[in-house]
């Protein structure tokens, strides 16, 4: 089946410091990628939705400018997390859109932990 | 996105049926039912999706009811590996740019 990449899986960094998640689609092209945000015992929560070649959409509440989304490519989509904090803190997971695909499959990425310091 | 109930949690002894439940009497009359499930510190992985009729692969089983207001993922002979969150999601294809919209799933703890 089709596979999301993410990278990296885990990253620690320290307070104030800039994170930059990338999500490949390896084996189609994704016009669409969606970012999600998953904190402990919770669900995902839907941060952005990354429009390959125009601006990334953010759900209500989710800071644009400390959020980065950068989908410059069909195959990449990238998360900046700038001036991390304790509090962003999470489990970062991308999904990615087969654009070939009849039923609009969403393939997910591996997640990527981060743990600010 | 139309809403789904799942129960928070279920438990099932190793090598034995599961049968999880999701309502969804709001459901509209394109939407696809998706079922994805998580593993503990891992993303969504896609398990199985149908419309109207009953639908098998190799990892599950799908039994739609007839009104269409309820679903249920079936797995056959359920293995430690399979303990993770399950998710019932609505989906309409023709809307499907959009993202997927997460409840709270269903916890499968399996018992060896």
């Known amino acids: 089946g089709a596979v999301v990449s993410q990278h990296p899986s885990w990253v620690i960094c320290k307070s104030g410091t800039s994170v930059k998640i990338e999500c490949r689609s390896l084996d189609f092209q994704a016009t669409t990628m969606f970012w999600y945000r998953q904190f402990p015992k919770q669900s995902l929560m839907l941060m952005a939705t990354?429009?390959?070649?125009?601006?990334?959409?953010?759900e209500q509440g989710v800071e644009k400018d400390k959020f980065l989304i950068n989908h410059a490519s069909l195959t990449l989509s990238t998360l900046t997390v700038t001036s991390a904090h304790p509090e962003d803190s999470s489990f970062y997971i991308c999904s990615a859109r087969d654009r070939g695909s009849a039923t609009g499959e969403l393939f997910f990425g591996e997640g990527s932990r981060l743990t600010v310091l | 996105d139309a809403k789904t109930t799942q129960p928070n949690s279920m438990e099932s002894n190793e090598e034995e049926p599961v049968h999880l439940p999701c309502n969804h009497s709001?459901?509209?009359?394109?939407?696809?039912i998706h079922w994805y499930r998580q593993l503990p510190s891992q993303g969504p992985e896609y398990v199985i999706h149908g419309l109207t009729s009953n639908v098998n692969n190799r990892m599950a089983s799908l039994a739609i009811a007839e009104d269409r207001k309820s679903s249920t993922l079936i797995l056959h002979r359920a293995t430690l590996r399979d303990a993770a969150v399950y998710y019932c999601i609505l989906r309409d294809p023709e809307g499907s740019a959009r993202q997927l919209t997460f409840g709270s799933g269903t916890q499968l703890t399996v018992l060896p």
């Open positions: 990354s429009n390959e070649g125009s601006k990334a959409t953010y």
């Open positions: 709001t459901i509209s009359g394109t939407d696809y």
